[in-house]
C-alpha cells in the first residue's frame, strides 16, 4: 500500500524558517519524481515544486522559488521541503504527493502550517 | 500562468447526471485532470489525460475535452459524492489548479 506522511508542521513566527519531512513506504520511492503542494485555509491548491529521482531536477512555482528548497534522500525514502522567511501567506496545509510527471497520484493526508507571533 | 476557471459550486440530487466544468485561459492540449478532495481529506486523483479514468474511481466519472474546455461528468450522482473538485493543468509552466467547484448532494 502506498503511504505518504508529512510531519514538521506547526506553528511558527513569521519570518523564521520551517523544514518539513514526507516519510513514503508501499513503493519504489527512488522511481518516482515527488512533490509539494499547499492550501491555505478554505482555499484552492497551489503547486509548490516537484523533484525528479536523482534530485538532478527540481521545478518550483516562480513565487516560491527563493524561499521554498525541495530535496529528497532516497536512502531514507524522505522527501523534504525547506521553508525559509514565512509569512501570514504561508499558513497553508502542505501536502507531499507522487508525482506521475503531468498528474499526482497519491497524497499524504497533510501537516498543518500556521505562521503567526 | 495558465488560469483555470470553474464555477463555484453546484447542488444535485442523487441520482442525476452533473457536468463540472474547467476553462484554461490557453490552450493545454489534454493534459487536464481532475481531483475530488472530500472534506478534511488529501485530494483524490479521478481522471488524468482529459478522460482517462484512474485505477480504482467508479466508471460513474467520466472527464472529455481538449484544448481550453473541459468537463468533468458524475452519472448517476450519489450522496458520498459530496466534495470539491479541482481540475489541473501540466501543459503549461508552471502547472495550476482551477479554484475548484464545490459540490453538493441535496
Known amino acids: 500500500e502506498v503511504k505518504l506522511v508529512e510531519s514538521g508542521g506547526g506553528l511558527v513566527q513569521p519570518g523564521r524558517s520551517l523544514k518539513l519531512s514526507c516519510a513514503a513506504s508501499?513503493?519504489?520511492?527512488?522511481?518516482?519524481?515527488m512533490g509539494w503542494v499547499r492550501q491555505a485555509p478554505g482555499k484552492g491548491l497551489e503547486w509548490i515544486g516537484e523533484i525528479n529521482q536523482d534530485s538532478s531536477t527540481i521545478n518550483y512555482t516562480p513565487s516560491l522559488k527563493d524561499k521554498f528548497t525541495i530535496s529528497r534522500d532516497n536512502a531514507q525514502n524522505t522527501l523534504y521541503l525547506q521553508m525559509s522567511k514565512l509569512g501570514s501567506e504561508d499558513t497553508a496545509i502542505y501536502y507531499c504527493a507522487r508525482s506521475m510527471g503531468i498528474t499526482f497520484d497519491f497524497w499524504g493526508p497533510g501537516t498543518m502550517v500556521t505562521v503567526s507571533s | 500562468d495558465t488560469v483555470l476557471t470553474q464555477s463555484p459550486a453546484l447542488a444535485v440530487s442523487p441520482g442525476e447526471r452533473v457536468t463540472i466544468s474547467c476553462r484554461a485561459s490557453?490552450?493545454?492540449?489534454?493534459?487536464m485532470h481532475w481531483y475530488q478532495q472530500k472534506p478534511g481529506q488529501q485530494p483524490k486523483l479521478l481522471i488524468y489525460?482529459?478522460?482517462n479514468l484512474e485505477s480504482g474511481v467508479p466508471a460513474r466519472f467520466s472527464g472529455s475535452g481538449s484544448g481550453t474546455d473541459f468537463t468533468l461528468t458524475i452519472d448517476p450522482v450519489e450522496a458520498d459524492d459530496t466534495a470539491t473538485y479541482y481540475c489541473?493543468?501540466?501543459?503549461?509552466?508552471?502547472?495550476?489548479f482551477g479554484s475548484g467547484t464545490k459540490l453538493e448532494i441535496k
Open positions: 490557453e490552450s493545454v492540449s489534454t493534459l
Open positions: 489541473q493543468q501540466s501543459w503549461n509552466d508552471p502547472l495550476t
Open positions: 508501499g513503493f519504489s520511492f527512488n522511481d518516482y519524481w
Open positions: 489525460l482529459a478522460s
